[in-house]
């Protein structure tokens, strides 16, 4: 069972019962004969399978997070090389932790939900307002090494300035006076491009190296290392011709395309908690809302879903 354990696939326990039962055959072709009590033969129930699944394979039930056949086959191979391009560049350099940087892009969904709601008991369709939610914006992660997180550009849809959460929404000036970037696209999707890039490094992550390099009593010569996915805009020569022209002093660093799953800090350890605190934010405006239609006598028959006030909580 070990070279199945290390398959990256997602297993139902239907096909799971017949990769088991064909394991344990070709391991102990006897157990079909040999009686296990009260005359009866070796069956691969449902309870043997979750058990088998729990205590021999240490597997538990768990929801999807990556597509399994992203990933490469040789994904070992290109992370061991990653790897050590990574140290190359630390060690020949000096780049001290705090000038090692991992950013990442994420879609934040303005109303997410669980897909669950409560029905009558039998319903044979169950409906849910907003489970067709598709109006997203996108949020720019970044962490350094030392564990510093930096602050973070939202990208909206659209072209001028209209299209942000408004200056009036709840902890704006907080956001602004923290470094936060709330800016539009620019064009008629959410998602980052060269203007926002160049928009992220000048104005949060180069900032950062600069105030950290005083910090450490580093010259502004010091090389910085940033670690970027092979997403097509940061690859583009157009970018990187920037980086190099404009922030000589920027190493930039790709994660092997289809690993940002395995080998990308902010994927794999920063971006699930992030959009869970999102979640409980947008959740905890639902209630309040609900909470003063309420206390009005206003009669709940639903809730303000526009743009506007979904972009402005965004905040």
Not at 20 to 31: K, Q, W, Y
Not at 246 to 258: A, R, S, V
Request: charged share 25%; net charge positive; glycine share 6%.
């Amino acid at each position: 069972m070990k070279t199945l354990r290390e398959k990256d696939v997602a297993l139902t326990t239907v096909n799971v019962r017949g990769i088991i039962v064909a394991t344990i055959i070709r391991m102990r072709p006897e157990i079909l004969d040999t009686p296990v009590g009260n005359g009866l033969t070796f069956n691969a129930s449902d309870s043997f399978v979750r058990k088998w699944m729990r205590d021999v394979l240490n597997w538990s039930h768990r929801k999807a997070t990556r597509a399994a056949q992203k990933i490469p086959s040789n994904w070992e191979d290109l992370c061991e090389k990653s790897f050590f391009r990574k140290a190359y560049s630390i060690k020949e350099d000096d780049i001290p932790a705090d000038l090692y940087v991992n950013s990442d892009q994420t879609q934040v969904v303005f109303a997410p939900g669980d897909k669950m709601t409560w029905v009558e008991k039998g319903a044979k369709q169950v409906s849910l307002v907003g489970a067709d939610e598709k109006r997203a914006f996108t949020a720019l992660i970044s962490v350094s090494s030392n564990g510093i997180m930096l602050p973070i550009q939202a990208i909206y849809t659209g072209k001028t300035d209209l299209s942000c959460p408004s200056p009036k929404s709840v902890n704006y000036q907080e956001l602004v006076n923290a470094g936060f970037l709330l800016e539009p696209s620019g064009t008629t999707t959410y998602w980052s491009n060269q203007v926002t890039m160049r928009s992220f490094v000048d104005n949060i992550l180069v900032p950062y190296l600069s105030q950290a390099k005083v910090r450490l009593g580093l010259p502004p010569s010091q090389k910085s290392l940033w670690s970027i996915d092979v997403w097509s805009v940061h690859r583009s020569e157009e970018f990187k011709t920037w980086i190099n022209t404009t922030h000589p002093t920027i190493i930039l660093d790709y994660i092997p395309g289809g690993c940002t799953g395995l080998a990308q800090p902010c994927d794999v350890g920063i971006q699930r908690p992030f959009k869970l605190s999102i979640k409980r934010s947008y959740h905890e405006d639902i209630v309040n809302e609900v909470l003063k239609q309420i206390d009005s006598g206003e009669l709940v028959t639903s809730l303000d879903n526009r743009i506007k006030t979904l972009r402005d909580r965004s905040t």
